[in-house]
T-cell receptor, first 113, second 115 residues
Framework: AQTVTQSQPEMSVQEAETVTLSCTYD???????LFWYKQPPSRQMILVIR??????QNATENRFSVNFQKAAKSFSLKISDSQLGDAAMYFC??????????FGTGTSLTVIP | GAVVSQHPSRVICKSGTSVKIECRSL??????MFWYRQFPKQSLMLMAT?????????EQGVEKDKFLINHASLTLSTLTVTSAHPEDSSFYIC???????????FGPGTRLTVT
C-alpha cells in the first residue's frame, strides 16, 4: 500500500526567508506522480507543484521548488522568499496515473511578519 | 483551466435526514470522480471512486449504503449521505479526472454539519 509521511505537523518561517517541508513516501511502483498541495483556510486544494517520477530534474514553479530523491523516496518542498500568503496547510501527495491521491497528514505553515 | 464545482458549499441538516452533494466538472468531461472526506485538522481520506455509468468503488470501512454515489453523466457525480448522524459532520471534497489528460482537479468542498 502507498503511504505518504509528513513528519512536521507545524512549521514557521520569517517573511522573506526560506523554508523546507519534508515528505517521504513508500511505493513499489516505478511510474508515479508526486504533488504538493496548499490548503488555505478556504479549504480549496491548490496545486503548488508536481513531479513525474521518471524525470530526474527537480520541478520548479517560481518561488517553489522540490528536492526529489527517488531512491530515498523523499520529496521535499522549498519555499523561497516566503510571503504572508504562503501561510496554509501543505499536503504532500502521491498518485499513480489517473488514480486516486494518497495524502500525507499535512504541515501547517505559519509565516511570521 | 479546468473547473470543478460543488454544491452546496455548506449545509446543515438534522440527524436522520439525507443530504445530497453535487460535484460538477464545468468545462471538461470527467470519466472518473473521487470523493474524499476531511475531518478538522486532518488529511483527506478517499471514500470512493465513481466511474460514469457504473457502480462506485468504496474504500474499506466506508458504508456504501450510507454514502450513496451516483455518476450519471460525464460532468456530474452526486454523494448522498443517508440517515445522517452528527459523526458524519465533515468536509467533503470531490476531484474529477479529465477524459483526455488524466489530470485531476479538486472541487472547493462542502462542509456538512449534522445537528
Amino acid at each position: 500500500a502507498q503511504t505518504v509521511t509528513q513528519s512536521q505537523p507545524e512549521m514557521s518561517v520569517q517573511e522573506a526567508e526560506t523554508v523546507t517541508l519534508s515528505c517521504t513516501y513508500d511505493t513499489s511502483e516505478s511510474d508515479y506522480y508526486l504533488f504538493w498541495y496548499k490548503q488555505p483556510p478556504s479549504r480549496q486544494m491548490i496545486l503548488v507543484i508536481r513531479q513525474e517520477a521518471y524525470k530526474q530534474q527537480n520541478a520548479t514553479e517560481n518561488r517553489f521548488s522540490v528536492n526529489f530523491q527517488k531512491a530515498a523516496k523523499s520529496f521535499s518542498l522549498k519555499i523561497s522568499d516566503s510571503q504572508l500568503g504562503d501561510a496554509a496547510m501543505y499536503f504532500c501527495a502521491y498518485r499513480r496515473s489517473g488514480n486516486q491521491f494518497y495524502f500525507g497528514t499535512g504541515t501547517s505553515l505559519t509565516v511570521i511578519p | 483551466g479546468a473547473v470543478v464545482s460543488q454544491h452546496p458549499s455548506r449545509v446543515i441538516c438534522k440527524s436522520g435526514t439525507s443530504v445530497k452533494i453535487e460535484c460538477r466538472s464545468l468545462d471538461f468531461q470527467a470519466t472518473t470522480m473521487f470523493w474524499y472526506r476531511q475531518f478538522p485538522k486532518q488529511s483527506l481520506m478517499l471514500m470512493a471512486t465513481s466511474n460514469e455509468g457504473s457502480k462506485a468503488t468504496y474504500e474499506q470501512g466506508v458504508e456504501k449504503d450510507k454514502f450513496l454515489i451516483n455518476h450519471a453523466s460525464l460532468t456530474l457525480s452526486t454523494l448522498t449521505v443517508t440517515s445522517a448522524h452528527p459523526e458524519d459532520s465533515s468536509f467533503y471534497i470531490c476531484s474529477a479526472r479529465g477524459l483526455a489528460t488524466y489530470e485531476q482537479y479538486f472541487g472547493p468542498g462542502t462542509r456538512l454539519t449534522v445537528t
